[in-house]
């Protein structure tokens, strides 16, 4: 039993042995059976000059050298045939990983050992190729996220996020152009909204017609992805910008919300590019088409609540200004003037705005503030006084939580603060005052003292002038001229 374990341990230990160590063990075993046979003849003869081997026993012997000699021959034999197979099979599993021409070349050579080295070799070179590949694709998601991050950190409207989405998507398809199309209420024209990879005027809304039987408009039919090659656009007197825009190779997505189409996703390769999009770029760009629409319809949606928000606030300081008959109309005479500096001093559209809408909600606070403050007929004492000045602060606390009108909480806060930080609520001086607040505080300044109050008469315009710039260290003395200028201005043209 113990020798038949030996055995068996002999035999698994052959057999797990490396190429090499059973060669070594068979030629050992081919070579030393012949030569011990010859050597005990080679003994027999010198030493025994009368021997004389019979014939039975030389064939016992040569059978046995035979007998020895071939199995060594079939067992190196059967270790060959085990090296081709794995030669053959490693080959046939490159034929997936490698390119054609370095299969045909592998299958070209005769010497197994050489394919399978060269094998091996190609392999080890792929290997290389994947890992520098990897380290690639681990530096650009890196480089998405961190502008993944930095846009939703400074993401002050949609438009922000989109220009994000298609400069990712452009880099990672090799594309060079990406643009979103947005479709107009009447659904028979699509607008140019985001562009990515060329030179666009974002204040140039370029407007696109849809023909039938054109890719833009079976995009939007169908609801599917579509591939385009060659020049599709049928208007001859398309813009120049756009002719950048859309490339030899178009890939078009629409961009879907709850089976609505509101618009189609662009990316156009290389000019001479001879990649096409495959499928699985298609269908990476339909599905992020989809969730674009998603981001699209949730930033309508928050525009509207906003825009409900900004009326009803709107509507809450008109309340409060029109309660008190002195100061009825404050609201819009001081948006008048405001937006009047704003224009000769060459501020644009968007500062405008702001003006605009800081005028409109600038008292908005002194809905938190007592009738009985508010509508006195003597002066406030110096208590009620301190209860008044809060209703800038009120004020931005009433707009702060909307996103959208968060731009105006400087004005809104601040729009009683004096150059030399006499006022409030913060006491800010100089330079601590922005432009855009010092203008609404000269519009604001002007209209009260032009508007009766129940503890003094209305002054006129001369007599208000003359006040604002007796104010040298409170308010900005270049702003009030510009007023003074706009109202001689008005006085010519009435």
């Known amino acids: 039993m113990i020798k038949k374990n030996k055995k068996v341990l002999f035999l698994a230990s052959f057999e797990d042995a490396s190429i090499l160590r059973k060669f070594t063990i068979l030629f050992l075993i081919t070579s030393i059976i ?27 012997a040569m059978v046995l050298m035979v007998l020895g000699v071939f199995i060594g021959f079939i067992t190196i034999r059967s270790l060959l045939v085990k090296v081709i197979a794995i030669s053959k099979q490693n080959s046939k599993a490159l034929e997936n990983l490698l390119s054609p021409e370095t299969v045909k070349e592998l299958n070209q050579e005769e010497n197994e050992i050489v394919v399978l080295s060269r094998s091996f070799s190609a392999v080890t070179q792929r290997l290389e190729e994947n890992v520098r590949s990897l380290e690639l694709a681990k530096k650009t998601l890196h480089d998405v996220m961190s502008k993944v ?48 990879g060329t030179t666009y005027d974002k204040k140039k809304k370029i407007h696109l017609k849809l023909f039938d039987g054109s890719p833009l408009a079976k995009v939007l039919s169908e609801k599917e992805p579509m591939s385009v090659s060659g020049v599709f656009l049928q208007n001859k007197n398309i813009d120049p910008q ?10 078009c997505a629409p961009l879907i919300y709850h089976d609505q189409v509101s618009g189609i996703m662009t990316l156009s390769k290389t000019e001479g590019s001879k990649e096409n999009f495959s499928q699985e770029d298609i269908e990476l760009v339909f599905n992020l088409a989809s969730q674009t629409a998603v981001a699209i319809e949730n930033s309508k949606l928050n525009l509207d609540i906003e825009k409900t928000y900004f009326e009803t606030i709107s509507a809450l300081a008109l309340a409060v ?30 500062d405008l705005d ?19 403050i508010l509508k006195k007929d003597s002066g406030l004492t110096d208590e009620e006084w301190v209860i008044m000045r809060r209703h800038p602060e009120i004020g931005e606390s009433i707009i702060k939580p909307v996103r959208s009108l968060q731009h105006l909480c400087d004005l809104i806060r601040h729009h009683h ?24 505080s000269v519009a604001d300044a002007y209209d009260a003292l032009t508007t009766e109050r129940p503890y003094r008469p209305q002054h006129s315009r001369k007599e208000a002038i003359d006040i604002l710039r007796s104010m040298k ?13 706009n109202l001689e201005i008005e006085d010519d043209l009435t």
């Not at 006022?423 to 010092?438: A, H, W």
């Open 34 to 60: 012949p030569m011990a046979l010859l050597y005990l003849f080679y003994i027999q003869t010198t030493q025994h000059k009368n021997f004389n081997i019979s014939t039975l026993n030389f064939t016992y």
């Open 149 to 196: 991050g930095h846009g939703i950190s400074n993401m002050e409207n949609i438009d922000t996020f989109l220009e994000l989405i298609l400069e990712t998507l452009t880099s990672a398809l090799n594309c060079k152009v990406s643009a979103i199309l947005l479709l107009n209420d009447k659904k028979t024209e699509v607008i140019v909204n985001n562009v990515y």
């Open 242 to 251: 756009l002719k950048e825009l859309f490339g030899e190779t178009l890939l």
């Open 321 to 350: 200004d029109a309660k008190d008959k002195y100061s009825h109309g404050h609201l819009d005479r001081v948006a008048k003037h405001a937006i009047t500096i704003g224009q000769r001093l060459g501020l644009d559209d968007e």
């Open 354 to 372: 702001s003006l605009r809408d800081a005028a409109r909600l600038h008292d908005l606070g002194k809905i938190g503030i007592p009738d009985k």
């Open 417 to 440: 603060e004096k150059l030399d930080g006499s006022g409030y609520p913060d006491g800010l001086k100089g330079e601590e005052i922005s432009p855009l607040v010092r203008i609404l």
């Open 473 to 485: 260290n409170k308010l900005d003395q270049d702003i009030i001229n510009i007023l003074v200028e």
